[in-house]
Each structure stands twice: as structure tokens, then as C-alpha cells.
């Protein structure tokens, strides 16, 4: 969507806003020195870490790693999508976002499709009333009161194959836009999709899916009785996406803007049967396992996720499942556990026998690095060396998958304690198994290589904290050759700040959002304090670092020319080996 908007228009919009009064509109904050602080809105903390730096337009929160500019922050806060965060800073500051003829048609699309969406919901809703005795019993059943129905606008499809098209698609245009939104199926005569369309939820209770802004943008239905299949689901849409999805999400926040956890559940009547006894903190996945677009969204708006499965074998494997998707994300702050009910109950009839204390208490709750562990444990025999190396083989990939931090440290601890070795030991092997570690390597080439990689870093990093460095590398043709990962990137970075010399450090990172550089650029983005100009003079650390960098260029130059057979060395290439061996310092 990014490149809907022309580029130009977000740089200037930009360097017009203040961050400092978007931040402050949502989360307080006050002033620390040149900068602003508050506590992080984004997790769990007492001491304020959340800061925010109104001349390079960049907040940065010091305990959970979260930064961005003020497009981010009405995105991640806010719930926003990319372009209605860019509306809102517009409307900020009196300005009127361009847009080209194709994005003016899909959102016209968008639009219809929401509009449409919120009408199939209205309709199921009066039909609940209307025609919807069945559904109403069986709701009443399970203990559903109006009030909580009318809070998820629990809807009913009754039986027939053109209820729906009969209320809301007369014509064919508007039967191919319910075609279009998942809400009818196409019929199938002799072999061709011409035979019109027909009602795709057919006597089920139906529940809308709302997005984070509240729009409807798909449905789930569970049949009434033993109709097959049990849930039935919107499909894939233009504006619905089942793994960026979560039924109750919506719900959840509207009950509390940052709930101090939530739970994920299985179905959506799950949800339902939660909030009937008070626990409004509920989502569910629609009809798949969970996702890490879903689980990222969930710990935006908590700190704390908890997942409860059956605890049955598939209620254990389901939950091994949500525990390597949930690995690369437990950064500071962020936890997660597991929920397993006892057999022959699911949340709904657990909740239900013994109510929502006991639901909510952590005597129930696995902590996810229990879980972890204990399911290791299970699969080796710890009394003999080669159970214990099995052990190791087992848990060290799972842990060179977790962010560095205080939770992987506390395990690689107890890893060494269970396999009885030293935790230096434990390192080393660890060390292997992170990404990207050769397996075989000689340890100065390793070291080379990683010293090359920070190199690299430092100077994105150094240049985001301050693009007007860019000016002083006046050609990049002399970079284009030096084999390092990353300079290829770095030349597009000088040539963007050589074509906007006023460019700011948002605007820099906008440019690069949706694009596979976007989560690499977010990391190295300047640490407020760290990169401030007053710690150190960012001048001479920009410059010694691009000398090592042409530095490089030149020793992998002789490099090349060792490799060649002395006898067939030209006399220029003799002349460059003395010249280097002669030098005083080749760095």
C-alpha cells in the first residue's frame, strides 16, 4: 500500500509533524532533557524507557526494543492501517493525501466490501430475532445472555440456499460483490461456474470478525446440531486475511486498552462463553493454528499471552506448535503460557463448572519455559551421557531461536544444570546452532566476518542517527565492489540522503517500510542516548568506520592477488603486494 502514496509526499509529512504531540495525545509524556519519556505503551514496565526524540521524529522504548516513527506508532498504538495513520497526520497538518487512479479504485473496492459486510451482519442480527428460535435455544443452552450476544452481534443464518442474496444482492453486481466479500458460493453447471450463486452460512449461529478498527471483514458460523462441517469460515478476501486475523481481538480492546493478558482459544463460542462470565480478554484464531502475524499483534497489545488447548495428546501437540511459532518473539517483557484444561473439558465448560477464578488462576498456568523443558525431558533418558547429549541436541535449536536477553540466559543456565556440563560449555555449543553460524569454520575468518557484519551496521546505524554523513561520501562508485553483505544496502541509503539531502531518520525508515530491509533498518535504528551527537562526536566515528570499510576493499584485493601463481603475477600486481607489505598500518 506503501507505493499508493507517493514517496515524496510522506517525507514531507514527515518533516511537518511533531511526534512529540502525536505520542503525547495518546500516552503522556514528559520532558527528560532534549527528549521525551513516558512509560512504554507497547509493555509491562515501572520505570519509564519509553522515549521520544522529537528532532530526528523516532520513538524508541529501551526495555522491549519497540521503535518507529509516527506513522508506527498510530499503526502499532493506534491499530491503524498504513493508510489511515497517514490520513490522520495529514489531517494534523491540513493536508490532503494524494492518491493515483489504482488506489483510488481499491479503496473504492475496500470500501463497498466493508459496507457490504457491516449489512450482512445487521441482517444476521434481525434474523436472530426474527427467525432464530433454534439459535436462541441453543445459545440459552449454553448459558449465552442477550446482552453478551448483542456485544459480539451474534447473528444467525437461517436455512435456505438464497436468504442472503435475496436481502442484499439483487443484481448481479451486487451478487458478484457477495461473491467477491466470501458471502455466496458459485454454483457449478456442466462444468462451468455459470449457474449464479447460493448462500455460503446456512443454519448456523454466525459471528462477525471485525478488524482492530472495528470494521467487519469476515464471518464464522457454527452449525446448529451435527450439520458438518461443525465451524465453517469466511474465505480469503481482499480485506480478510484468516492468519493477521483474531475473532474477539476487537472486543477485547474496547473492554480494556491494554489488558494485562489475553487468552487464545480454540472456537469462537469459546470466546463468547469467557465473556459471559467476565473474562473479556479472549480471542480466537479463525479456524487455523496461530500465526506469528497473530501472535505479534497480540503482544502489541499485551504483555502476557496465554494459550489454552485440551490436554489431550492433540491439545499438547497444538500447543508445541504455538510454542516454536512463539520463540523468536518472547523479547523483554513479553511472556507467554500455556492453559491446558483437564480432559473432557474446553474453556466454555470449564469456565461454566468452575467459574472465572478459577479460569484466571495461575494454578492452572505453565509457564512456557516449563513447558519447554519438561517436554525435552520426556523424550531423552537423563540417567545416561548419551541421554543427556540427546537433551542437548534437542533444546539448543530451540534456544538459538529465542531473542538474546534475561529468559534464554535463565535457560541456557538450567540446560547445563539438567545435562550436568559447565554453562561456558553450553555457549559454545549454543554458538553453532545460531543463524547463519558456519559449521565448519577457522576462527579467524569467523571473527572477520562478524566484525565485517557490525561494520556495516555502524554505519547505517550512524547514518540513520544522522543522514547528513551521507554528504561527505561524495561518489559511491568506490563501495560498489567491496564484497561485505550490506554494501549494496548502504550504497542505496547514501544515493537516497544524495537525492534528499533534508531527509530525517523516519523518513528514511518509511521509505524502506514492507520491503525486506524494513525489519533490519527498525534494529539498527539510533538508540536515543547511545548515538546522542553530545556522547560522541558521530563525525570521527562515521569517518574511521568507512576507512576500515575501503580498508577491507583493499585487503580482499590482495587477497585475490595471493591467490595467484607467483610465476604468473603481472609486474603491476607485484608493484600492489610490495605497496601493501610496505605500508606501516594495513589495518
Known amino acids: 500500500m506503501a507505493g499508493k502514496i507517493p514517496q515524496s509526499f510522506i517525507d514531507d509529512l514527515l518533516a511537518r509533524v511533531d511526534i512529540v504531540e502525536v505520542v503525547d495525545a495518546h500516552v503522556p509524556l514528559r520532558k527528560a532533557g532534549k527528549n521525551h ?90 434474523q436472530l430475532r426474527e427467525r432464530g428460535n433454534n439459535a436462541i435455544d441453543y445459545l440459552k443452552e449454553r448459558g449465552i445472555i442477550g446482552e453478551v450476544a448483542g456485544d459480539y452481534e451474534i447473528g444467525y443464518a437461517p436455512p435456505g440456499w438464497n436468504n442472503l442474496i435475496n436481502a442484499l444482492g439483487r443484481s448481479e453486481a451486487e451478487q458478484a460483490r457477495l461473491f467477491e466479500a466470501g458471502m455466496v458460493i458459485r454454483r457449478e453447471e456442466g462444468g462451468r461456474n455459470d449457474g449464479g450463486y447460493y448462500d455460503r452460512f446456512r443454519d448456523r449461529i454466525v459471528f462477525p470478525i471485525r478488524d482492530q478498527r472495528g470494521r467487519v471483514i469476515g464471518f464464522g458460523g457454527r452449525a446448529l446440531g451435527d450439520g458438518a462441517p461443525k465451524y465453517l469460515n469466511s474465505p480469503e478476501t481482499p480485506i480478510y486475511h484468516k492468519g493477521r486475523e483474531l475473532y474477539g481481538l476487537y472486543q477485547a480492546r474496547n473492554k480494556a486498552k491494554q489488558p494485562e493478558r489475553l487468552y487464545v482459544v480454540e472456537g469462537y463460542m469459546d470466546v463468547i462463553a469467557l465473556a459471559q462470565h467476565g473474562v473479556t480478554n479472549a480471542v480466537a484464531a479463525s479456524g487455523t493454528a496461530v500465526t506469528e502475524n497473530q501472535l505479534e499483534k497480540m503482544f502489541r497489545v499485551s504483555p502476557r499471552v496465554i494459550f489454552c488447548f485440551d490436554g489431550d495428546e492433540a491439545g499438547r501437540k497444538a500447543a508445541w506448535r504455538a510454542l516454536e511459532i512463539t520463540l523468536p518473539h518472547l523479547g523483554e517483557g513479553r511472556q507467554a503460557h500455556f492453559n491446558f484444561m483437564p480432559e473432557g473439558d474446553d474453556p466454555d465448560s470449564f469456565v461454566r463448572k468452575h467459574g472465572p477464578e478459577k479460569f484466571q488462576s495461575n494454578e492452572n498456568v505453565v509457564p512456557f519455559s516449563d513447558f519447554l523443558l519438561d517436554s525435552l525431558k520426556a523424550k531423552v533418558e537423563l540417567s545416561t551421557r548419551e541421554g543427556r547429549a540427546n537433551f542437548l541436541d534437542f533444546a539448543l535449536p530451540y534456544l538459538a531461536k529465542m531473542p538474546e536477553g534475561g529468559l534464554r540466559q535463565l535457560l541456557l543456565r538450567d540446560v547445563a544444570g539438567i545435562a550436568e556440563i559447565e554453562t561456558g560449555g553450553i555457549d559454545k555449543l549454543l554458538q553453532n546452532k545460531l543463524p547463519g553460524a558456519p559449521a565448519r569454520q577457522r576462527k579467524p575468518r569467523l571473527l572477520m566476518q562478524k566484525q565485517n557484519r557490525k561494520l556495516i551496521g555502524d554505519l547505517i546505524s550512524y547514518i540513520l542517527s544522522k543522514p547528513e554523513l551521507a554528504a561527505s561520501i561524495e561518489d559511491t562508485a568506490e563501495l560498489s565492489d567491496i564484497p561485505l553483505a550490506g554494501v549494496d544496502f548502504l550504497i542505496e541509503l547514501i ?30 535504528a539510533p538508540d536515543p542516548d547511545a548515538l546522542a551527537e553530545e556522547a560522541f562526536d558521530l563525525d570521527v566515528q562515521f569517518l574511521d568506520a568507512m576507512e576500515k570499510l575501503k580498508a577491507n576493499k583493499a585487503r580482499h584485493s590482495i587477497e585475490k592477488i595471493t591467490q595467484v601463481n607467483p610465476s604468473e603475477l603481472t609486474g603491476a600486481q607485484k608493484a600492489r603486494l610490495r605497496q601493501w607489505y610496505s605500508a606501516p598500518n594495513k589495518k
Open 495 to 524: 544515493t537516497l540522503i544524495h537525492s534528499n539531502p533534508a531527509i530525517n531518520c523516519a523518513a528514511i525508515l518509511e521509505h524502506w517500510r514492507d520491503s525486506r530491509y524494513e525489519q533490519r533498518l527498525s534494529e539498527l
Open 37 to 126: 519519556k513516558a512509560r512504554c505503551p507497547f509493555h509491562e514496565e515501572k520505570t519509564p524507557s519509553f522515549t521520544v526524540v522529537r528532532d530526528k521524529q523516532f520513538y524508541h522504548c529501551f526495555g522491549c526494543g519497540a521503535n518507529g516513527t509516527a506513522i508506527s506508532f498510530l499503526m502499532e498504538y493506534g491499530g491503524l492501517g498504513f493508510i489511515d495513520a497517514i490520513e490522520e497526520l495529514a489531517g494534523r497538518c491540513g493536508l490532503e493525501v494524494p492518491r493515483d487512479a489504482s488506489y483510488q479504485a481499491q479503496a473504492k473496492q475496500y470500501d463497498e466490501l466493508y459496507e457490504l459486510l457491516e449489512s450482512a451482519a445487521k441482517f444476521y442480527q434481525r
